[in-house]
């Protein structure tokens, strides 16, 4: 069990750092919802229940689905921008 | 960004970090007051409340004042982002998704649903609450405004019954308070009138009804704010 918090908590610094060092935006959405996934098992072996639903669903569910809008969003507005420009 | 700043944020993070782990090892550990309450809430939380789940016994029996905190928090988000990205556009969107998708999600959206109710209503006895099982409802909004088109979201689930249960329920929580001063003596106070045996579903006083009121809430909230978030999507699709 030892063994296995120590990998989670690696895995857990790898993805919070990948998530920082793309600069594709969509790679980064999905590397911190694989961060909120290993986050969610952390505290379940912590036996903490409680938080861990919570961050099941906020941090894997619903942060994604904002997230992915505001960067389709954000990407729509650049493209009638330059639309506009033209 | 330059090389003299990387090491300058690099510098600034490392000192951020050891002024924190000196901070936190000068927080008082086993102190005489912390060992009462903690002995106090393992000891006398199951009679006190009637909550088998002791952290829905402290959110909402013992701290319910900062709950409230909490979903006004989610209340003023709401509000802000309402006001500053919600237009009076046709609620005409995409199609959705394939049909494969559509049918699938028909088949699980009800136990979704369930699932959600299930979080809610045993937020007193198992892991969960009214914010978790309230996070749940708000997705099913999310997911039919993304597989099925925002025009079926808009009228299975119209922003107007969005803005009711989410005013309807802050109003019922401070409601619920103020029948605590009214019946008992403090605001918040726990109402003992579900009293059957503890462990049942009926059971901890106005815990279940303030999950309930909380779970409603803070789904309408979410839902409302992704809808007012993709609600500008719809003026430029209508103009391709």
Redesign the interface.
């Known amino acids: 069990m030892i063994i296995l918090k120590y990998l989670l908590v690696i895995f857990l610094v790898t993805t919070a750092y990948l998530a920082i060092s793309f600069k594709e935006e969509l790679v980064s959405i999905i590397f911190l919802s694989i961060f909120s996934i290993i986050l969610t098992t952390l505290y379940l072996i912590h036996n903490a229940p409680d938080v861990a639903l919570a961050e099941a669903v906020i941090g894997a569910g619903l942060n994604t689905a904002i997230f992915m809008t505001v960067i389709s969003q954000v990407r729509e507005g650049k493209k009638s921008m330059f639309r506009e420009d033209d | 960004m330059s090389k003299a700043k990387h090491i300058f944020v690099v510098i600034v993070l490392s000192l951020l970090g050891i002024t924190m782990v000196i901070n936190l090892n000068k927080i008082p550990g086993n102190t005489d007051q912390i060992n009462f309450i903690y002995s106090h809430i393992t000891n006398n939380a199951v009679l006190e409340t009637g909550s088998l ?1 002791f ?2 016994a402290i959110l909402y029996d013992y701290r319910a004042y900062d709950s409230l905190g909490e979903s006004t928090i989610i209340f003023g988000a709401v509000s802000g982002i309402v006001l500053l990205l919600s237009r009076k556009t046709l609620p005409v969107s995409s199609h959705g998704l394939s049909f494969i998708v559509k049918r699938t999600f028909g088949m699980l959206t009800p136990f979704i649903f369930l699932f959600s109710l299930y ?1 809610i209503s045993h937020g007193h006895l198992s ?3 009214g ?2 099982g309230g ?2 409802l ?2 099913i909004s ?1 997911i039919f405004s ?1 597989v099925y088109g925002s025009e079926f979201d808009f009228k299975r689930y119209s922003p107007t019954t969005k803005t009711l249960l989410e005013t309807g329920g802050a109003l019922l929580f401070i409601g619920l308070g103020l029948a605590g001063i009214i019946f008992g003596g403090y605001f918040l106070e726990n109402l003992r009138f579900l009293n059957t045996e503890i462990g049942s579903l009926l059971s901890a006083g106005s815990i279940p009804l303030i999950n309930t009121v909380i779970g409603f809430k803070i789904g309408a909230g ?1 839902a409302i ?2 809808y007012s ?2 609600q ?2 719809f003026k ?1 699709e209508d ?1 391709l």
Request: charged share 10%; no cysteine.
């Open positions: 789940n952290v829905t979080i892991p969960g609450g914010f978790q996070v749940i708000g997705a999310i993304i979410l704010i992704f978030m993709i500008k999507t430029e103009k």
